[in-house]
C-alpha cells in the first residue's frame, strides 16, 4: 500500500512521522525531498530563477527569504512554484523505495494528481494549537505563523479530502493513534 501523511503546518505530521520511523517504517519526507532538489538539481534551479528572479540563488544557494516573499505574495505564485518543484519530487519519491510519503501540501500541490496513493491520513490539530507550534518552532509571530496557515489549504478541506483523521492535540497519545492507524491498515490491506 502506498500511503500519504498530510496536514496543516503546525499539525504535527513530522512527529507522527517520527513515531512511524520508530516503529520501522521509513516515511518519504516531500518537504525535505523538495529542498534538497531545489539545492542540488541545476535544471530545477534555473528554472526557479526564471520564475522568482535572478537573486533567488546566490553562488549555488536559495535565498529563502527572496523565495518566502514570492510565495506568501499570492496563491498563484506558489503554484507556479509547485509546477516546477513537485514533478520533480513526485519522481524521487517514486524512485525512493518507499510506500510512505509525507506531504503538507498534498491536495494543495496537486500531488495527489502526480502519483497514486491508496490512503490518506491526515494529522490534524486545532488551529491555536498549530499557531503555537509554528511560532514555537520558526520563531516567528503570530501573523506571519497565520500567514502561512491561510496561505495553505484549509485544514477542514484536507480532513474531508483524507481517507482518515488522526487528531494531535496534544491532549490524545499519538503513539496510541499510530497503533490504532497500523491495525486499521492491516485489516484494509487484508480485504
Known sequence: M???ITGGIG???SYFSKILERKGIH???CDAAAKRLMAGNIALQKAICQLVGPD???NGILQKDVLAKYLLNNKEH???LDNLVH???ALDFLHSGKDWLE???FFDSGFDQRVKMDVVVCVSAPVEVRIQRVMDRDRISREKALQWIHSQLPQEEVERRSDLV???DGKHNLEKEVVHLLETLSRWSEN
Open 2 to 4: 502506498k500511503i500519504a
Open 11 to 13: 499539525s504535527g505530521k
Open 27 to 29: 516515511v518519504y519526507d
Open 56 to 58: 533567488t540563488y546566490k
Open 78 to 80: 506558489r503554484q507556479a
Open 87 to 89: 514533478p520533480e519530487v
Open 103 to 105: 506531504s503538507a501540501i
Open 166 to 168: 488522526i487528531l494531535n
